[in-house]
């Protein structure tokens, strides 16, 4: 690199050409007192470096060794050594010493007087530009009345030289007790005096709650699709009509209904829609069960009841229906969506091994069973779970690595069966909350930490009656429980994880007292209200809340919304009175007992 330097582009002796006079360096001669000179008194070479031959050796980084033999490019010194090599010659040394090549030889520690270095400086551009603004969160915000806010930042950067002449300076500010628009601005200048500055919106706003209701006899269950919206299974038996599958909004408002009319062939007793699930590619499967009483009918049936399965299109067309049996009664009652674009079916069966039925029955009365379908409807395998007696299916909860919880109960025991892709149980627990009482267990979540919070409800038999969760660790193994009770217990207890706790839905019959901090709405005997039960993560109560109008009111399923608003849908005999705002009405084909609505994340309107 030096040498780079030094010829600046000549192939010559010198920079200059091949010969030297004492014109053009500072060297030897017997005629001078051969003294270091002021730089700079000679001519630059063609790249207007100074003194680059003669005056003083300079040093270089590389240890000195001998070049290797051939043609080489740019070449370094070996990684140690015990001598610098030092270019230039010097004004003690004779011309020759000052040709472009010349090399030579000092150990670092020897001081001389004709020895020195070269100092290198870069031009820095003007710096003109201004600092950069990384901001943190959205530009334009949306902030609700009356809660804390918490500026998301913003980070500043000079990416010229890092050079900032201070942090962040922020402008204007925030009132969260008034609704309206608020102006933020972020300031920041560089070394340079060059200043940037960026805005952020803040609309403070009021909670967005609502209340919908909706045309239905009664409310099955609810899924949540990927796009925020509902699909909803009303029941209606009216006018030969059996179930209907709605879209709701993320608003709560109707989007489309899929009317589903008992066809000739299938028993309106013992023909429902029971679950909705979505698939990964945004179509839904629909399972219930039905019963044939004569032949003109659209799909097979095995005797008594069958599973009956239905693929929609994401816009609730119908792609195909099928049955799936045994000779004895089978409802299908649970569907859960898998990875690879089929379902897992759960229900109830009474049949021993015929038709689809791989397994017999293990209870006398009914057991579970599970069948696993492809994207077609094709089964793939069925598997039997059950004990003795009574079976009640209540859900499939979807674990990672393609694992399932089963969740059951038998004679009021809840059950709970964990199994990989293929069916096979890994473990299985049963649960029964309080000896004696009728307590099932009819909810099921995956914690943050791999276990799982369940919940039951518990309404006949000695005290405590009321709501109950339990949370066990990731192999079913109970850590802590608590119940919460009410006076005449509840009923339909499911549970929630939301961004600060959990929360137990369930209808009471009760008026304040226990753990219930208000009264029905209306006539306990009349009909029950939802009854909410917030919780933080070790279980302990935080608030209750009962919602509900006059006539009776129990909720099917509760979501937390983005914004960690609470929306519920409830199956609701209540004219406008107590909470409910909206109309009970009815017309020829339906009554308006579907209730939806959105409180704040305190569980208020």
């Known amino acids: 690199q030096w040498e780079y330097a030094c010829r600046a582009g000549t192939t010559t002796a010198y920079s200059w050409g091949d010969s030297i006079t004492m014109d053009n360096a500072n060297y030897y001669s017997s005629s001078k007192n051969n003294q270091t000179s002021d730089v700079g008194l000679y001519s630059a070479n063609p790249w207007g470096f100074f003194d680059m031959h003669g005056n003083v050796w300079e040093w270089t980084a590389d240890w000195y060794a001998a070049y290797s033999s051939g043609t080489v490019t740019d070449p370094e010194g070996p990684a140690t050594g015990s001598h610098r090599a030092e270019r230039g010659g010097s004004c003690i040394n004779v011309d020759s010493s000052l040709r472009s090549a010349s090399r030579f030889y000092f150990r670092p520690s020897w001081v001389f007087l004709d020895r020195g270095f070269r100092v290198g400086f870069q031009k820095i551009p003007e710096d003109t530009k201004n600092p950069e603004f990384v901001m943190s969160g959205e ?34 500010s925030v009132d969260v007790n008034t609704t309206g628009t608020y102006t933020l601005t972020y300031t920041v200048s560089d070394a340079a005096g060059n200043e940037s500055n960026v805005t952020r919106i803040v609309n403070v706003v009021e909670f967005p709650t609502w209340q919908r209701n909706y045309l239905g006899k009664s409310l099955v269950n609810v899924a949540r699709r990927n ?58 499967g629909v399972i219930g069960y039905e019963r044939q009483v004569d032949s003109d ?36 009652k649970i569907i859960c969506a898998t990875p690879d674009h089929g379902f897992l079916l759960f229900g109830s069966s009474s049949s021993d091994i015929s038709g689809d039925k791989s397994h017999n029955s293990p209870a006398q009365n009914r057991g579970t069973w599970l069948i696993k379908i492809d994207s077609n409807g094709s089964k793939v395998w069925d598997k039997s779970f059950g004990a003795a007696y009574y079976n009640n299916p209540q859900k499939i909860l979807p674990l990672p690595e393609q694992r399932y919880l089963l969740l059951y109960d038998t004679e009021h025991v809840g059950k709970a069966v964990l199994i990989d892709t293929n069916g096979n149980t890994i473990w299985d627990k049963s649960y029964d909350f309080s000896s004696g009482n009728k307590d099932p267990i009819s909810d099921v979540e995956l914690t943050d930490d791999g276990g799982f919070i369940f919940s039951g409800y518990s309404w006949d038999g000695t005290s405590p009656k009321g709501q109950f969760v339990i949370k066990t660790d990731e192999n079913g193994n109970e850590q802590w429980s608590k119940i919460f009770s009410a006076s005449n217990g509840a009923f339909e207890a499911k549970v929630s994880i939301t961004y600060d706790g959990y929360l137990v839905s369930g209808s009471s019959r009760s008026n304040a007292g226990l753990d219930k901090s208000e009264d029905n709405r209306g006539d306990p005997a009349i009909g029950g209200d939802i009854w909410l039960v917030k919780t933080d993560f070790d279980g302990n109560k935080l608030w209750d809340k009962t919602i509900g109008g006059d006539r009776g009111d129990t909720p099917i399923e509760l979501f937390e919304d983005s914004d ?42």
Not at 157 to 170: K, M
Not at 250 to 268: K, L
Not at 579 to 593: E, G, Q
């Open 297 to 332: 009918y659209n799909v097979s049936s095995f005797g008594g009841s069958d599973f009956l399965v239905r693929k929609h299109d994401s816009n609730g067309t119908l792609l195909w229906e099928k049955t799936y049996g045994g000779s004895a009664g089978d409802r299908g």
């Open 139 to 172: 530009n334009n915000v949306t902030h609700l009345l009356n809660t804390a806010w918490m500026d998301p930042g913003v980070e500043a950067h000079d990416l010229r030289d890092g050079n900032l002449t201070s942090s962040v300076a922020v402008s204007g």
């Open 227 to 284: 796009d925020s919206s509902f699909v909803l299974i009303c029941a209606n038996p009216t006018n030969s009509s059996w179930s209907d599958l709605v879209k709701i909004d993320p608003e709560g408002n109707e989007a489309w209904r899929s009317h589903y009319t008992g066809v000739a062939g299938a028993d309106p007793n013992y023909s429902k829609l029971q679950d909705v699930a979505e698939s990964p590619t945004g179509e839904f």
């Open 564 to 605: 960690k608003g609470l929306i519920i849908f409830a199956s609701s005999n209540s004219t406008i009175s107590g909470d409910k705002t909206v109309s009970h009405t009815k017309n020829a084909n339906y009554d308006s007992t579907i209730w939806s609505f959105k409180l704040k994340p305190d569980g208020t309107f």
